[in-house]
């Protein structure tokens, strides 16, 4: 079994950063594939960001390409977002996911779930 922490949402204004964090717990990190979803209000869940088990390849969904960059630290069991330029459209929930497979957009790929943090983006 795998546990996620998600921590680091919170209030911003627009334009501004934040960054997430994703803690992880349990057999052999280093080789999940690790992914960013987001839910707005009244939306559905959508892909954020992904990350290969390597770190070699990253994945970004059009509408946070070039504001957003995932990374991970395998030696501390932990991946980030890392959310810069930020805008009222941002805002949602944002859930930290791992999978045994390859980084994919497709949630129901992934096999462990955070509980999510909250980010708002203000003006």
């Known amino acids: 079994q795998v546990q996620l922490v998600e921590s680091g949402g919170g209030l911003v204004q627009a334009g501004g950063s934040l960054r997430l964090s994703c803690a992880a717990s349990?057999?052999?990190?280093?080789?999940?594939?690790m992914g960013w979803f987001r839910q707005a209000p009244g939306k559905e869940r959508e892909f954020v960001a992904a990350i290969s088990w390597s770190g070699g390849s990253t994945y970004y969904a059009d509408s946070v390409k070039g504001r957003f960059t995932i990374s991970r630290d395998n030696a501390k069991n932990t991946v980030y977002l890392q959310m810069n330029s930020l805008k009222p459209e941002d805002t949602a929930d944002y859930y930290c996911a791992a999978s045994r497979g390859v980084a994919a957009p497709e949630g129901e790929l992934y096999d462990y779930w955070g509980q999510g943090t909250q980010v708002t983006v203000s003006s």
């Open positions: 349990g057999r052999t990190f280093s080789m999940y594939a």
